[in-house]
């Protein structure tokens, strides 16, 4: 599922192609907002806040998608082949006289008045990209993690209730960055605050806003620590990574670690 960095690089993409434009062509193929009609309308912006995504219009709508597993939203130009959107796959288009955007496989699609934008996203923690996580989102953050008990770190991490943004590949890294076994007691975990700030920083660093990383396996055009490098040398001590589980079944989630570099509290 894409994590928050995705999420905000789409953000931006859209923006950059749509705001401050009217839209000449709205297509919404979802059972609920088929009828919606945006067509003349002005792009105000897009946001994203964890793993959803906010296109605000000056009649003071805003359209909610979420990506879930596969879906993606996609850029041409108005007029061009990319732009026809004919793929069955299309669930959303939104187009101007310059450019046309095309979103594949959505797994949620909402219209709702702006200012109820909260009954989609209200129950979410703290998104861990926003610019004013440091004073305002880590303090919540931190009560909702303190919350959780003794449920092991790498549930509390992945529970967007908590903090919005984080999937599988950074929960992973993190947790091997700051040399944390996975199913640590989250109640354990000596500094949560530190923890998420360094999963604040690599994500960061996937956005663009920080300097790259030079080391690391590239997955899904971002680069890992331990995430998708199953058997593969740690790169801090050379023993294989393993794999375990984050959750009961179904919604168990893989979770990548190091067995030396992140062993169990004795």
């Known amino acids: 599922m894409p994590e928050g960095d995705i999420l905000r690089r789409t953000a931006r993409r859209l923006d950059e192609a749509l705001a401050g434009r009217e839209l000449v062509r709205a297509d919404l193929r979802w059972p609920t907002a088929a009828t919606v009609d945006l067509v003349g309308r002005t792009v105000l912006g897009t946001a994203s806040y964890g793993k959803h995504l906010l296109t605000r219009f000056d009649d003071g709508r805003t359209l909610h998608t979420h990506l879930r597993m596969d879906g993606s939203w996609r850029v041409a130009r108005t ?118 700030r360094v999963a604040r920083a690599i994500m960061q660093r996937s956005v663009g806003t920080a300097t790259p990383s030079t080391t690391g396996e590239t997955y899904r055009g971002r680069t890992t620590w331990v995430h998708g490098r199953l058997r593969e040398p740690c790169r801090r001590c050379g023993a294989p990574v393993r794999r375990g589980l984050a959750g009961a079944p179904p919604r168990e989630r893989p979770a990548y670690f190091c067995g030396v570099c992140q062993r169990p509290a004795s």
């Open 79 to 196: 007029g061009t082949p990319g732009a026809r959107a004919a793929n069955p796959a299309v669930r959303a288009v939104l187009a101007n006289a310059t450019w046309t955007a095309v979103g594949e496989l959505i797994g949620m699609l909402d219209v709702v008045p702006t200012r109820d934008e909260h009954t989609l996203i209200g129950h979410l923690g703290p998104d861990l990209l926003a610019d004013d996580f440091e004073e305002a989102g880590l303090p919540e953050a931190l009560r909702r993690w303190a919350a959780r008990g003794s449920t092991p770190v790498c549930e509390v991490l992945l529970d967007q209730t908590v903090v919005a943004g984080i999937g599988t590949i950074y929960m992973a890294d993190s947790l091997f960055l700051e040399r944390i076994w996975p199913w640590t007691p989250a109640d354990e975990v000596p500094d949560p605050g530190r923890l998420l």
